[in-house]
DNA sequence: TCAGTTAGTGAGTGATCACTTACTTACTTT
DNA sequence: AAAGTAAGTAAGTGATCACTCACTAACTGA
């Protein structure tokens, strides 16, 4: 297990550096940062989220920042190695075995599975919630960015797969989860939830998330874990069961 | 209930026609086109799906689809036109009776719950699957236009929520679906479900989506009725109810 | 037959795009 | 104090952007 956490931190540095050569930004010193640089930043994650990659141009970002369009240049080639600056020190955070425990960590406690999954729901959408505009941004632009896709789906969601999935099995053994439907779709789902959560919130809450946060969280973790089907249907799958 | 249809078919006709016109599209006359109207469709959708709309030029287009610029221009005013051309017609058949109802057709039905959600899982999997390109540029777009945000909310949204949400009231007063958690967390989560299936097979299914589509259309059905708790955890549950 | 309409286009339009050059300023190192 | 270096920028660069204009060709109805 440390072996394959290793050899996927190494995978990710080799990765990392290959494009940060390829557009020639430097994504190592990314925390002694001038001024002007952070106001840069903050500009671009701004527009990049509002009106997407393309549609943002970098006098808007120049303008908005309030700096020569030319110093953008300066410390980020192009404009392509700034949306990276932006988007790959986050993916890496995600990445990082540091994050993906802070989960293990809460389904490692020995508690009911009900509060388990609602714990687990409130730490990720908190932390979502708080880098929204971030988690949009690198969403959206994986489409149209083969790079961003590749990174996102062979580094970080495989990532957190093999590490869920580990703790999946181990559930199921215990009988805690049940064993008929594959690890997969079981994570899927899981996760899917809280998408959905994530999206009424900041799309149509007035109509698809209307409750305070706190009782949201606790209906999926109710739903993921004993679904939607009220007593006169269970009755049915108990039948069915046996 | 019929009032409330024609009430949301008036709202939309209403606000098709201020949109037409403010971009000068014809959104009326859709199925008279021309051979070259269609290839620019063909050829627009194509690289608004695969490069965003900003970062499609009209050049781009017009090279696809073999006719001159100032072709596109003659018939849809505008880039934003032509955009506007392929979304709204789509959303407006979501939005139409007809749709909806073809899953209210599937829930009237006399079967097990189990069985009504897999079949409008795999009823909205399929037509979403078979317009995937559309589909996805409708959600990515949305987010850089406001009014096309509008409309999926206020109009396609509001729909299909107002409409399902009827039906699900009558299935948790006959006890089929649970009464302790409000009907839009139950909605959402349900279509989360298949929200989250359609972007692990479109994005990376052979991580999050490694079953044949019929297995995995059972697997959400099993997981949104009765969750995702096995044996010892239901025990659990149960002395809770009692 | 001929005026009116529609489909279609080649050759532009100014505006804006990402990016560069040549330079100044300010700080650090020896 | 001299030399080097990094931050920052005004003023451009050619390319490309969405869009227009003036025009031809083909068809339609009276």
Redo the contacts between chains.
Sequence with gaps: MMEKKESNITDWDKWTKLISEEYGVNLDKTDQETEKQKRILEAALHFFA??????TSTSMIAERAQVAEATIFKHYKSKKGLLLRLVIPALGKVATPYLIRSVLNIIDQDK???QLAQEIYADRVHKIEANWDKV?LIL?ES??HPEL?EAL?NHV??AI?EVMSERIEE??A?????????T??????????A???LI?RN??PE?????KEEE?LA??A?????????????E??REKEE
């Design positions: 509002e009106k997407g990659y393309s549609g009911p599975l009900y949009r959206v489409l149209f896709r789906k969601l495989k797969y559930l199921k215990a009988g805690r989860i049940r064993q008929d439907i594959p997969h779709a079981l994570i899927r789902s899981f996760m899917s939830i998408l959905g959560y009424a799309f149509a109509i698809m998330a209307q409750g949201e209906w999926m109710e739903i993921a874990l004993y679904g939607v089907a009220g007593p006169a249907e269970k049915l799958w």
